[in-house]
């Protein structure tokens, strides 16, 4: 029997299996205890990183080593909501945020899990715990502001049709490398009360402070700013390369001297008992040559009939008065000492009097079309073409000497002004000229030159509010957005003329590039003004339709857009982003066309200019986690 019961083994895979589930039930209670604080884990980090997010978010940056009570309430709170509790029965769940010595937001995050099939094993609760990091990730980064400062920047942002207000006088600052700028009395347009040009000033301060925030201590930050109207202030910004990239002469719609008029009617006195020597002595010109400061002289000719018989020598003096006789037209100009800064006698005056360049420009050779090839520019679109000849460089704008002659090529003029003779002051004569010592000029915009720009550099935040609330930080001049997408392309291209402006810092990569632009108008054109393209109804450089007396064109404004895209696109050709803010205007096609995909906005007023310039700031200053 026992022989038997040993070879007998039926029954042993029931035994078999009770032994092997011991193992078994330690392998499935291992998995599935495994997959659940592998689950609790995923979460309780996913929950540590939205906690610290959060607090860096709200954190506000002060000398305090703690973090502050509402970043601290924020990340708690984002915290709680992607670790609820009980989850996969999780107790003793804790997070605690803090602050970092750099100025970031760190956090520790733990939970404790209970065993379930691995407790029969004698296995005991386990405690999880991860730490985690945010951060603003601000890498190098260049940053170029290019601002409408326009005469309607003056008004409130309800003011959507101008605001009427007078032009006041101010002394203009001092700036290194710009010898014809400094002491000089600009013009501008008197800003109301919480104008938007104050909004603005605000606003990019407050992106300052935002960026700078962010920021960690390796991070490198550079500013530059263009104010534009009409033109650009630019000219010493080149000077400072070279005197080389700016003409020697230039062509512009002047005048010049033709002779002399006659000023009213002449006199006449009769001399008896004169020889013809004594007669002739009577003729002649006060003053010699030229005019008086008033632009008065006096030509005396002397007519001397001899003795006949009984009836005496006579000697007929008759006087004159004149005035100067002018030839309006294309004349070309010595432009070697202005583009200096020097003070140079006006050519086109009769009283001596002296101009000084300000730096404001007139672009070079262009093409006048409504559309370009984008892989062949034209030079004043090409921000990367260095000067060589006279068609690449760029002229100086010289408002003294430039004057309207109506629609004719040429004219002869003598004027009908008497302070002094020859000079009118009206914007619709002949003689009208554009000085930017007229008031009416800058009121109506016919000219106007504006603050120089800043070059990229590092700036603090002194630097930069030095530079928004200088005195002639002001609202002058008419809209062209083409003028300051151009000059703000320029200044930024990291394969230009400033490219060392924008170069990588040592041993680090290549900076971010921004630029932000702000308008507060639509594109705004006109054939009589005088900006950055010359006069167009005489210059034809933007369009080529002809004289307007109305001082529009159908196409003038189709045609500054497309110079505008066109530097768009040149810049986003160069990795530069784009960033557009509609000031109270509607963002049109061309301006959302312009910005990076996303980057445009609408600020309907002061206080929503500041939220889109603080959104912009934080899209630079990506959040990020490190930990």
């Known amino acids: 029997m026992l022989r038997r019961l040993r070879g007998d083994i039926a029954g042993n895979t029931l035994a078999i299996m009770a032994i092997a589930l011991v193992p078994l039930l330690f392998i499935a209670g291992s998995a599935v205890d495994t997959a659940r604080l592998y689950m609790v884990k995923t979460r309780l980090q996913q929950a540590c990183d939205a906690g610290a997010l959060a607090g860096r978010r709200f954190m506000v940056s002060t000398n305090a080593t703690?973090?502050?009570?509402?970043?601290?309430?924020?990340?708690?709170?984002?915290?709680?909501?992607?670790?609820?509790?009980?989850?996969?029965?999780?107790?003793?769940?804790?997070?605690?945020?803090?602050?970092?010595?750099?100025?970031?937001?760190?956090?520790?995050?733990?939970?404790?899990?209970?065993?379930?099939?691995?407790?029969m094993m004698g296995f005991g609760d386990?405690?999880?715990?991860?730490?985690?990091?945010?951060?603003y990730d601000v890498a190098d980064t260049d940053i170029l502001f290019v601002l409408d400062t326009t005469g309607s920047m003056a008004c409130l942002s309800s003011e959507t049709e101008g605001c009427n207000q007078p032009v006041y006088t101010y002394t203009r600052p001092t700036i290194a490398g710009a010898p014809g700028y400094g002491g000089t009395t600009g013009y501008a347009v008197q800003e109301k009360t919480g104008s938007k040009i104050a909004g603005l000033r605000s606003a990019v301060l407050n992106f300052y402070d935002t960026l700078a925030a962010a920021v960690d201590p390796a991070t490198h930050l550079r500013y530059g700013f263009v104010p534009y109207t009409s033109t650009v202030n630019a000219g010493y910004a080149v000077t400072a390369l070279s005197t080389s990239y700016i003409v020697d002469s230039w062509t512009y719609n002047s005048r010049a001297l033709a002779g002399d008029a006659n000023?009213?009617?002449?006199?006449?006195?009769?001399?008896?008992?004169?020889?013809?020597?004594?007669?002739?002595?009577?003729?002649?010109?006060?003053?010699?040559?030229?005019?008086?400061?008033?632009?008065?002289?006096?030509?005396?000719?002397?007519?001397?009939?001899?003795?006949?018989?009984?009836t005496p020598s006579s000697c007929v003096v008759t006087a004159q008065p004149v005035k100067p006789n002018w030839t309006y037209r294309k004349v070309n100009l010595d432009t070697s000492q202005f583009k200096l800064g020097t003070a140079v006698t006006d050519p086109t005056?009769?009283?001596?009097?002296?101009?000084?360049?300000?730096?404001?420009?007139?672009?070079?050779?262009?093409?006048?079309?409504?559309?370009?090839?984008?892989?062949?520019?034209?030079?004043?679109?090409?921000?990367?073409?260095?000067?060589?000849?006279?068609?690449?460089?760029?002229?100086?704008?010289?408002?003294?000497?430039?004057?309207?002659r109506g629609e004719y090529s040429s004219l002869t003029y003598s004027g009908n002004s008497s302070n002094p003779f020859g000079d009118g002051t009206s914007p619709y004569a002949l003689d009208y000229f554009t000085?930017?010592?007229?008031?009416?000029?800058?009121?109506?915009?016919?000219?106007?030159?504006?603050?120089?720009?800043?070059?990229l550099?590092?700036?603090?935040?002194?630097?930069?509010?030095?530079?928004?609330?200088?005195?002639?930080?002001?609202?002058?001049?008419?809209?062209?957005?083409?003028?300051?997408?151009?000059?703000?392309?320029?200044?930024?291209?990291?394969?230009?003329?400033?490219?060392?402006?924008?170069?990588a810092w040592p041993g680090r990569n290549p900076p971010k590039r921004y630029i932000v632009f702000m308008t507060d108008g639509d594109m705004a054109p006109s054939m009589c003004l005088y900006g950055m393209y010359g006069i167009e109804n005489y210059d034809q450089r933007v369009t080529s339709n002809g004289f307007h007396s109305g001082c529009s064109d159908s196409s003038q404004q189709a045609n500054h857009y497309a110079r505008f895209l066109a530097a768009c696109a040149a810049a986003k050709a160069r990795n530069i982003s784009v960033f557009i803010v509609g000031f109270g205007q509607t963002l049109t096609s061309q301006l959302q066309s312009c910005a990076s995909p996303g980057q445009a906005f609408y600020a309907a007023d002061n206080t929503a200019l500041n939220a889109a310039f603080q959104t912009i700031a934080k899209r630079v200053a990506m959040l990020r986690l490190t930990r």
């Open 66 to 119: 703690t973090l502050d009570a509402t970043a601290t309430t924020q990340a708690n709170a984002f915290f709680a909501n992607n670790f609820k509790a009980g989850l996969f029965g999780a107790k003793a769940i804790s997070f605690t945020p803090s602050k970092t010595g750099d100025n970031q937001v760190a956090g520790t995050a733990s939970a404790t899990v209970p065993m379930t099939l691995t407790a």
């Open 126 to 135: 386990q405690t999880l715990t991860v730490a985690c990091e945010a951060r």
């Open 263 to 310: 000023n009213g009617a002449s006199s006449s006195t009769t001399y008896s008992n004169k020889n013809q020597g004594q007669c002739n002595a009577y003729a002649g010109r006060s003053p010699a040559t030229g005019f008086s400061a008033s632009g008065a002289a006096t030509v005396t000719t002397a007519s001397w009939t001899p003795a006949n018989g009984s």
């Open 349 to 404: 005056k009769i009283t001596g009097a002296t101009s000084r360049w300000q730096g404001c420009i007139e672009e070079r050779d262009t093409t006048a079309t409504g559309s370009f090839d984008y892989s062949s520019l034209p030079p004043d679109l090409d921000p990367d073409l260095v000067p060589t000849n006279d068609t690449t460089r760029w002229r100086p704008m010289w408002p003294d000497v430039v004057y309207y």
């Open 435 to 455: 000085p930017l010592t007229a008031h009416q000029n800058i009121a109506y915009g016919w000219v106007s030159c504006g603050k120089p720009v800043q070059r």
């Open 457 to 503: 550099k590092v700036m603090t935040r002194q630097d930069v509010s030095d530079y928004v609330n200088a005195t002639d930080f002001v609202p002058q001049g008419g809209t062209y957005h083409d003028t300051g997408m151009i000059w703000g392309t320029r200044l930024l291209s990291p394969t230009g003329l400033f490219a060392t402006d924008t170069s």
